[in-house]
């Protein structure tokens, strides 16, 4: 359909510049196109090299552990010998490399955790502070454009970044994730608006208007709207899988054709930071569509009398302004989502659920380098066997889903019930027999890649469908808060289950123990998630929209902090 077509009848504006265009092809690509774009940088960048580039750059600064003076990289040592090499287990080794920083001793690989920890840190302060405003006007694809070439700018800049200046690396770090985060939190809220608007709703939406004495034609229009956002978001994860896959691959040549050209005389780091700008220059380029296809779908104007500017104020009084109003508004929306008991249950789920899958996916690489000692091209192989699987996943399990009827809950459910099998399979290890017989329970090197390939399965499945779920007991109109409420959600509980996977590890010198906390982890949320309703958490947060609406005469949108203020009509027809 084009996108100059008239609007059909049913798409009445809440407000002047609200866009209710129906959601066309080439619009449903710009939103892919993004996906494509950024997801190379979260797998090939955070996911693969940025650590071992950051332990790398640090490593060449560094001092062995034994004598505080030998430096851990020299002319007579070849620094490429690291990419080969499988962690030393629970003891500390004595030759390992110590950077000074800050007054302070601290292992190279410390030294790149800290740096994604900073980073996790400072996304979420991101998060909360400008999510709200991509509610308002034209602001959703600015940040998402802005947040994107950020990002992209920011890994292309690590070609310029040599030992002597790693500490710069970390910054680059930090910007990188932080960009990464909040634009992917910026295009999840255009999930809604693109599953709100397409032909396919609008028409349901005729239906239910010439049967509106029917409770037939609501849930038939709200079951188009999930159907067309799952198919959406799984399409979407699985091609930014498929383009991680491509350039991963692209990466190991890279790896491969530098060492083999240069060999040690130049930086180690080199062929890593050229990884780096191809993940960069891959996002940039693919963001053109998203920059010319993607409507900005407005939100309503942004009318709260101290965040618009005014001749007398000051741009910092206005900054200052819009960052209360930001925590404000977070905080306006964890009591709305308080009082939506579906979307309550959910968001319960979630914490433990991402937090045992970031658990899983660090313990797993864990338990490869060191217990199992695979080496750093063994690693990269096995990302890449977990992309191809997820990319089969995304393709696979929403036509599983549909065949056996299954609710986003359940399907999510079942899911889980297969990742299941990760921990419970490293935990055989214990079984006696099994030990004796040398094989099962990840006693070998190969028996972990049919592991990744379930793992891979079930990522691309959960993640679609929870971020799917999730967008239908969203408030209309509220889409990039709640969406941050989700990212946050996310990153609050990510470091919980490593810290805890960690603290295992010191008390008992091994890594397959802590399957027994990944293995209570995992089965954790089930039972909140089969209490998830869709349908009532969808009427819900509707109805709760009308109520606040209707109780203080201003739109859930546009509450100023400490005091009412006038606003248009935003909540958008309902069943």
Partial sequence: ??????????????????????????????????????????VVGVGAFLPVTLEQLARENGVFYSDHTTPCVSAATSAMRTFGRAADSATRDPDQCLVHIFGMDITTASFAMYTFSAAVLCQAITLVSFSSFADYGFNRKRLLLTFGMVGALTSMSFIFV?????????????????????SFVVLNSFLPLLALNHPLVHNANKEHDLNRNSSLGAKGSNNVELT?????????????????VFVQILSILILFFTKKMFGDSVSSTLALRLTLLLAGIWWLAFMIPTYLYLRPRPGPPLTNSKLVPSQNQSKLSIVIAHIVFAWHSLWRTVTIAARLKQMAIFLSAWFILSDATASISGTAVLFARTELKIGTIGIALLSITAMLSGVAGAALIPKLSERLRWSSNKTIIACLCLMEIVPLYGLLGYVPLIQAWGVGGL???????????????????????CRSLYGQLVPPGNEAAFFALFAITDKGSSAIGPAIV?????????IRPAFWFLAVLVALPIPLLWWVNADEGRSDARKMARRLQGEEGVSVHLRNVGEREEAEGLIREGE
């Fill in 228 to 244: 067309i956002s799952n198919s959406i978001s799984s399409r979407a994860v699985g091609l930014g899988y498929a383009a991680a």
């Fill in 443 to 465: 006693q070998q090197a190969w028996e972990i890649y049919p592991l990744a390939i379930v793992h891979g399965a079930v990522m691309a499945g959960f993640s679609s469908y």
């Fill in 502 to 510: 960690g603290r295992i590890v010191d008390l008992t010198g091994h």
């Fill in 1 to 42: 359909m084009d996108d100059d077509e008239p609007l059909p009848s049913t798409a009445a504006r809440n407000y002047p510049e609200e866009d209710r265009t129906p959601t066309s092809d080439r619009e449903i690509h710009a939103f892919y196109s993004y996906s494509v774009a950024a997801e190379v940088f979260a």
């Fill in 162 to 182: 040599v030992p002597a200046i790693y500490l710069i690396g970390a910054l680059l770090v930090i910007v990188g994730i932080t960009c990464l985060g909040s």
